[in-house]
């Protein structure tokens, strides 16, 4: 039996080890054959040398990423403590690339890994499915990118279109014109392209069509040259909108599409033609694929946690009908 004391003069302990102790209850489940006592700037870690060893590597490397990144949720614990932690060394290893400095003093970078893989694999391909639960930051993270594409000149436009399908048969009952009918379910996009840009700016941009956002609908027709397109909310596209829009882009065009498969919001004897490219698409060259999970959650902590219980959830359903 062996014991060792390890200081913390780097971190704030409460950031190490979380409010009411949360974290460092995370770090006793993942080492149980040691007894880990906490006292201020220190902890004592009693047990077998090897684990002791291990637990030591492991709580350097936590140390290290708050250092880096002045926080630690959850999901990014999680991947600090898991056995393959090469991922998110390696991006705790790279430039901490600034993708927009923002309107308001905000400097948008990629918070996660799978939100810094988007920004590889986009960088690296024409079409990107960005796929995973809400709060991810997918959309978010591809404004940015498209952003960062026309402040650098490397398109002339920045298209936005999600389908709206909550709308259904229901739009011309809704007040005001088209424009303020459709306006409830483009507001994401509005929401993010205001952190990018100036107030006026941006005002001007949508004016003069520089950025144009529209339903999915308003796509059809038109060919895409020079644009950077984002298709949000794509899991509420069909088979036949999906095919249309692919079939938009033009020359030098970059187009990313987000969804999330466990939010499908269509009548249920129609399919998604999300689920459906997918895999029709799945080894074709040129496109890729990045998913993201609950683990990239940014929002509060509990909608990871609210995911998660859902996941379990259909899972066993699925298992019952079985």
Known sequence: ????????????????????????????????????????????????????????????????????????????????????????????????????????????????????????????????????????????????????????????????????????????????????????YLQPLYDALNDMFPVEKLKDYLENGVVQIAPLAFMRGRTLDHAFVILDEAQNATTSQFKMFLTRMGRNAKFCITGDASQIDLPKNQPSGLIQAVKILSNTKGIDFVHFDSKDVIRHELVKKIIEAYSMSTKNEEIKKQ
């Not at 006592?37 to 060893?53: D, F």
């Not at 390696?90 to 430039?95: D, G």
């Not at 799978?114 to 391909?125: E, P």
């Open 1 to 184: 039996m062996s014991e060792k004391t390890i200081e913390i003069a780097e971190v704030n302990p409460v950031e190490l080890f979380g409010v009411n102790d949360d974290k460092l209850k995370r770090l006793r489940s993942e080492f149980p054959k040691l007894k880990l006592i906490s006292r201020g700037r220190m902890i004592k870690a009693i047990g077998e040398e090897e684990q002791i060893r291990v637990f030591e590597d492991k709580l350097q490397l936590i140390i290290q990423y708050i250092l880096k990144y002045k926080q630690l949720n959850e999901g990014n614990l999680d991947r600090l403590l898991s056995k393959d932690t090469q991922p998110i060394q390696e991006q705790m290893t790279q430039k901490d690339e600034i993708l927009v400095h923002g309107s308001n003093g905000i400097i948008v970078k990629a918070r996660t890994v799978n939100q810094r893989r988007l920004v590889n694999v986009m960088g690296k391909n024409d079409l990107v499915f960005a796929l995973g639960p809400a709060g991810t930051g997918k959309t978010y993270t591809a404004v940015a990118l498209a952003a960062r594409a026309l402040k650098n000149k490397e398109v002339r436009k920045i298209i936005l279109t999600r389908p709206a399908v909550e709308a259904g048969e229901n739009l011309g009952f809704l007040p005001g014109d088209l424009k303020e009918k459709l306006d409830p």
